[in-house]
C-alpha cells in the first residue's frame, strides 16, 4: 500500500491504496464521495468524470496514485455549502436534462469543462464535447438544451423533443 | 486487475532503470493500458508511469521541425501543434475531451494499434520517433499491428515531425470506439508526397505508394482516381468487409488531397 495525497473539492484527502487502485475507487470506496458513479468501467459511457487539475478526465481509467498532489473537483463539490445548485445543475433541473440521474455527475463535469473553456457553445459543440458521455434516457435533447441556458444563451428555439 | 507496484519517476533515467525490472511495465495516459489490465489481458510486476517526467513534455520547434514531448496529450497537442494545423486537428479528433486529456502521443505510438489516429500522422509525416536510447525513422518503426521497433524498456521521449508545405487527415469515424474505421494522412513536402493510411490493414499502418507516386506528379484528388488498394489484406470485421475498407482507403485519400489542396 501507498499514501496517497489530493485535495478534493478544495479538502485535503489521503488515503493508502494500492497500485491497482482507481481514482474513482478512491473517491468512492474510500472517501465516500459516491456521486462519480461507475456505468461501463471502460471509459466509454463518462458517468465517472471528474476534474484533474482542471481538466475532464474519466476517473474510472486513471488510477488513484497518478492523482498525487492533483486538485481534484466532482459533482460533490459543484453546489454551493449551502445545497444552492449551480448554474449547470440547476438548468439540468429546469430543463428536465436527467431522467433516471446516473449520467448525470459525468454530464455536470463535463458541461462544466466545456463552459470553462468555450463560455458560449454553439448546439453543434455542445454535441461534439459531449461524445463521451453517454445518457440511456434522454435522448440529450435536454441535456444540450441545459447546457446552452447553463451558458446564458436563448434555448427557445431548440425544439422540445 | 492483477496486483502491481507503481512507480513515478521524474527522469527519463530514472524510468529506463525501473523498466528494467523484469515485467515492468510503462504506463502513458493509460487509456489502453488500463481498459487491458482491467481485462486481466496483461500481467506487470510494476507500472513505470511517464506522467511525471518534465522532459518527455513540451512543444518546440527545432530546425524546422516540431518536437513534440512522448508525454504530451493529445489535448495538449490539439490546443498546442499550431504550427503543425493537421497534426493538431487529427489530435483533436482522437477519442473523446476526457480521453484526450490522459492519452499520450508516445503511448499511442508505442502501443500502435491498428486503427490508431497518430501511427497516420507520425508516418505520413515522415517523423522521427525519439526514444530513450536512439532515434528511429518513422518508415523503420512500425512494424505491424501492435508491433513497433521498440526494445524492451524503450520509452518513446520524444517526435520530431518535419513540417509539410500542406498536410490534411481524413477520419472515417468507427463511432462507437471513436477509432479510425479508415484514416488517411497525407503530406505533400518540397520532395514528394506521403500517404499514410490507418484503420484499414491487418499489417497496421502503411503507406500507400501507387497513390504518393501519382500525387507527386499531380496533387489533386482527380489524380488518385484510378487508383484502388487491394482488399486482400484489409481488416474485415462487423464493422466493414475487406472490400469496403480497401474502398474507403480510396475515398478518405481524395478528401484528404482536396482539404489540403
Known amino acids: ?161 | 486487475m492483477y496486483e502491481f507496484e507503481f512507480a513515478r519517476p521524474a527522469s527519463v533515467a530514472e524510468a529506463v532503470k525501473a523498466l528494467s525490472e523484469e515485467d515492468a511495465q510503462a504506463l502513458g495516459g493509460g487509456q489502453t493500458l488500463i481498459p487491458t489490465l482491467k481485462q486481466r489481458l496483461a500481467m506487470p510486476s510494476t507500472l513505470v508511469s511517464l506522467s511525471g517526467i518534465d522532459e518527455m513534455k513540451g512543444i518546440h520547434s527545432e530546425g524546422g521541425q516540431l518536437v513534440i514531448g512522448g508525454a504530451m496529450t493529445h489535448a495538449d497537442v490539439a490546443e498546442g501543434a499550431e504550427a503543425y494545423p493537421a497534426l493538431a486537428a487529427l489530435a483533436g479528433q482522437i477519442g473523446d475531451p476526457a480521453v484526450r486529456n490522459r492519452g499520450t502521443l508516445g503511448g499511442s505510438i508505442a502501443n500502435n494499434d491498428p486503427a490508431a489516429c497518430y501511427p497516420a500522422a507520425v508516418l505520413g509525416s515522415g517523423a522521427t520517433i525519439v526514444t530513450s536510447a536512439r532515434e528511429i525513422a518513422a518508415d523503420d518503426y512500425f512494424q505491424g499491428m501492435f508491433t513497433t521497433a521498440l526494445e524492451e524498456g524503450e520509452i518513446v521521449t520524444a517526435v520530431k515531425f518535419p513540417q509539410p508545405e500542406v498536410a490534411n487527415y481524413q477520419k472515417f469515424l468507427q463511432p462507437a470506439s471513436r477509432f479510425a474505421l479508415v484514416g488517411v494522412f497525407v503530406a505533400r513536402f518540397a520532395d514528394g508526397v506521403r500517404v499514410a493510411v490507418t484503420g484499414a490493414s491487418e499489417e497496421g499502418v502503411f503507406r500507400w505508394g501507387a497513390a504518393e507516386a501519382a500525387l507527386a506528379t499531380d496533387f489533386s484528388a482527380d489524380a488518385i482516381s484510378g487508383l484502388t488498394v487491394e482488399a486482400d489484406g484489409m481488416i474485415g470485421d462487423i464493422h466493414g468487409t475487406k472490400a469496403y475498407r480497401a474502398h474507403l482507403v480510396g475515398v478518405m485519400t481524395k478528401r484528404a488531397v482536396a482539404a489540403a489542396s
Open chain 1, 1 to 161: 500500500m501507498t499514501k496517497v495525497s489530493m485535495t478534493v473539492n478544495g479538502t485535503p484527502m489521503s488515503g493508502d491504496v494500492e497500485g491497482r487502485t482507481l481514482l474513482v475507487s478512491f473517491l468512492r470506496d474510500q472517501q465516500g464521495l459516491t456521486g462519480t458513479h461507475v456505468g461501463c468501467d471502460t471509459s466509454q459511457c463518462g458517468a465517472c468524470v471528474v476534474h484533474v487539475d482542471g481538466k475532464a478526465v474519466k476517473a474510472c481509467t486513471m488510477l488513484a496514485l497518478e492523482a498525487e498532489g492533483a486538485e481534484v473537483a466532482t459533482i460533490e463539490g459543484q453546489a454551493a455549502a449551502d445545497g444552492t445548485l449551480n448554474a449547470i445543475q440547476a438548468a439540468f433541473q429546469e430543463h428536465h436534462g436527467l431522467q433516471c440521474g446516473f449520467c448525470t455527475p459525468g454530464m455536470v463535469m463535463s458541461a462544466a469543462a466545456l463552459l470553462k473553456d468555450n463560455p458560449k457553445p454553439s448546439e453543434g459543440e455542445i454535441r461534439h464535447y459531449l461524445e463521451g458521455n453517454l445518457c440511456r434516457c434522454t435522448g440529450y435533447h435536454n441535456i444540450v438544451k441545459a447546457i446552452m441556458a447553463a451558458s446564458g444563451q436563448d434555448v427557445s428555439a431548440i425544439a422540445a423533443e
